[in-house]
């Protein structure tokens, strides 16, 4: 049987994303192995990995908050907005005192214009920007909204500057640096960063890498239904999930009372019986939900 779950891995610094998904994807194959929310190779923790048919669900788990630890140098600029390109000291920086910088980070919470670094994964013209950044090209990206839920001072002996950051998808934390650095007229580099969390999927229920194989891959696949934590879910009969996978729609109001149709939004995971994950649906017309992905 093809597997079909959810992976929570820590991923060490130094190892790209790609490296892990690989080292997955060789217990796993045929089937394919894909992550939700790419870690650069300085950062480390939490890479959620979607197996089998929740490659599908990706985009679900990528819509989830996400919780760093972020080490910042005071200071300092660089192309890359962290310590993997030169640094470049920052004329006259004055040290800013706890007061300053705890004044300078309301801003920085809720939705707010971010202009993603340079060297980045965003795409410009068809290319990488970070392509283009290594090649000597200037690169400059449009701000884009984002938003961060909150920020916390950990540990602040300046140069260093230590932040725990919730924020929403699309975030970089490095070019949230990099601003809360020009705020305070110091500049700023991210020097480390840690994943703690992706929604449901904590840093302390993370396996390392060495610990998955080939014989203990199959336990540690959560239930693809993890990666839709954060949507309403409703429970079909054996009909209805004959229905939906057939590419029928089912009507709203054939839904027991023990799953109230004001639960229906934008779209909704739909299980079986027993449980397993049948099929996401949506509600494509006025009182029809209609399936969007099915699994087998």
């Known amino acids: ?113 971010q202009r993603p670094p340079a060297h980045s994964a965003v795409k410009l013209a068809g290319r990488r920007a970070y392509e283009l950044a290594r090649r000597g090209i200037d690169v400059e990206l449009q701000p884009r909204t984002v938003t961060i839920h909150r920020i916390n001072v950990q540990r602040y002996a300046y140069p260093h500057l230590s932040l725990e950051i919730e924020c929403g998808s699309g975030t970089y934390v490095r070019a949230l640096g990099r601003d809360l650095g020009e705020t305070l007229g110091t500049g700023a580099v991210m020097s480390a960063l840690k994943r703690t969390a992706i929604g449901c999927f904590q840093l302390e229920n993370a396996f390392t890498v060495e610990e998955i194989t080939a014989q203990s891959l199959p336990q540690q696949l959560q239930p693809a239904m993890t990666a839709l934590a954060e949507i309403p879910s409703v429970t079909l009969s054996e009909a209805q999930v004959i229905e939906v996978r057939n590419g029928r729609p089912i009507l709203k109001s054939w839904l027991t009372a023990a799953e109230p149709t004001s639960k229906v939004s934008l779209e909704l995971s739909a299980v079986d019986s027993a449980g397993r994950l049948a099929a996401i649906l949506y509600e494509k017309v006025p009182g029809e939900l209609w399936p969007r992905t099915n699994f087998k």
């Open 1 to 113: 049987m093809e597997p079909f779950g959810i992976l929570n891995v820590n991923k060490p610094a130094g190892r790209t994303s790609r490296n892990v998904v690989d080292h997955v994807e060789r217990f796993v194959r045929p089937a394919k192995a894909g992550h939700a929310g790419t870690l650069d190779p300085l950062a480390s923790g939490v890479l959620v990995i979607c197996v089998g048919q929740a490659t599908r669900l990706i985009q679900y788990v990528q819509r989830m908050s996400k919780t760093y630890q972020a080490t910042f140098l005071l200071g300092k600029r660089s192309k890359s907005d962290d310590i993997e390109q030169p640094l470049e000291d920052v004329p006259d920086a004055v040290p800013p005192t706890e007061e300053q910088l705890n004044a300078a980070l309301p801003q920085f919470v809720g939705e707010i214009a």
